[in-house]
């Protein structure tokens, strides 16, 4: 059986689904919708068993039994009808309740899928930037000179040695919409005119050096390939910084590119120091030929490497779920 955790709306989960169903492979996607009156699942964990009751199955999952599990994206409480309905209803204390018991949860059903016989496509990790940086330079890639601080006086002197710096969120890029405005936290660079203007401390954020490309790179890794594609930020003054404050009326160029053997292997080398076997991968092809690691995001959409350049992703991922015995 294939198991997929996902949440509503996914449109990659979407079709690997759609696949999955046209050739007629087994499978249960679980959403993370799962506390709501009117939700599909009804699930019950009882030592080596979860039963999963829906409006088409009714399952009984024994762990000791050979599953594949897809840990698409799962446990985004924000993103739930239940985080919604309580926001008017209740008050804080109980808000952060109701948040606690649905991360246990959802914790503990990962956790009772976590067998040895159950073979997990993402596993689940939790790999932070920081340890991001140190896994990649451990394994031989360039990475941009970083500082994590919320002093003002340790920014400063990091700005002395590295003029030209961005500033980018410690867990993951995010737009905001009030009214008809957006506030995107992505990345950018930093005004030095403007520090005078911070509070002698400030909340911790991460402060590179600002590599000059001659393009961006989004790579995702399926076990032992690479699909790589090449993104012509650089061209539009919007997007130079981050390809994702995205220019809707002039898109930027995004072609298929061939990363060099050698860092194909870095790459490899990475995945296996991070237990990982799949992710989206961001690096930068600087001005003077060398590649730079930037992070990884285990989850991160492939859609957009997919579509542009007819990789065909859905149907590799729907290869990859359902081969168990070749699974890595």
């Known amino acids: 059986m294939i198991i997929i955790l996902s949440i509503n709306g996914d449109t990659s ?8 169903s046209l050739r007629k492979i087994p499978y249960i996607r679980i959403n993370d919708d799962l506390f709501t009156k009117e939700s599909d699942y009804k ?6 068993f979860i039963r999963i009751t829906t409006k088409t199955n009714n399952l009984s999952i024994n762990i000791n039994e050979k599953h594949i599990l897809w840990n698409r994206k799962f446990g985004f409480y924000q993103n739930t009808e239940m985080f919604n309905n309580t926001l008017p209803a209740f008050e804080n204390d109980i808000i952060g309740h109701l948040s606690t018991e649905y991360y246990s949860f959802t914790d503990m059903l990962r956790s009772s899928l976590n067998s040895k016989n159950i073979k997990w496509l993402l596993p689940y990790i939790e790999i932070n930037k920081s ?6 330079t451990s394994v031989g890639f360039k990475t941009p000179k970083t500082i994590i601080t919320n002093d003002k006086d340790e920014l400063i002197s ?12 410690l867990k993951s890029g995010k737009t905001f919409f009030k009214k008809n405005y957006s506030y995107p936290l992505l990345t950018f660079k930093i005004k030095v005119n403007k520090i005078h203007e911070l509070p002698n401390t400030f909340l911790p954020s ?17 076990g032992k ?10 061209d539009d003054n919007q997007t130079e910084v981050d390809f994702r404050n995205y220019n809707i009326e002039k898109p930027n160029r995004t072609v298929p590119y061939n990363l060099p053997e050698k860092i194909e292997l870095l790459i490899h080398k990475f995945m296996i120091k991070s237990n990982l076997n799949t992710g989206s991968i961001d690096i930068i092809k600087s001005t003077n030929g060398q590649y730079y690691f930037l992070e990884i995001n285990p989850s991160g959409q492939f859609g957009m490497v997919s579509y542009p350049c007819n990789y065909n992703l859905e149907h590799e991922i729907t290869n990859y779920l359902n081969d168990y015995e070749r699974f890595i």
């Open 13 to 20: 989960t979407d079709e690997v689904c759609r696949n999955l």
């Open 43 to 48: 699930i019950a964990l009882e030592n080596d």
């Open 131 to 136: 340890q991001q940086l140190a896994i990649a």
């Open 158 to 169: 990091f700005l002395q040695k590295n003029k030209n710096c961005i500033l980018k969120p």
């Open 206 to 222: 991460i402060f590179q050096e600002c590599i000059e490309k001659e393009f961006e790179i989004r790579s995702f890794v399926l």
């Open 225 to 234: 390939k690479i699909f790589s594609m090449a993104i012509f930020s650089q």
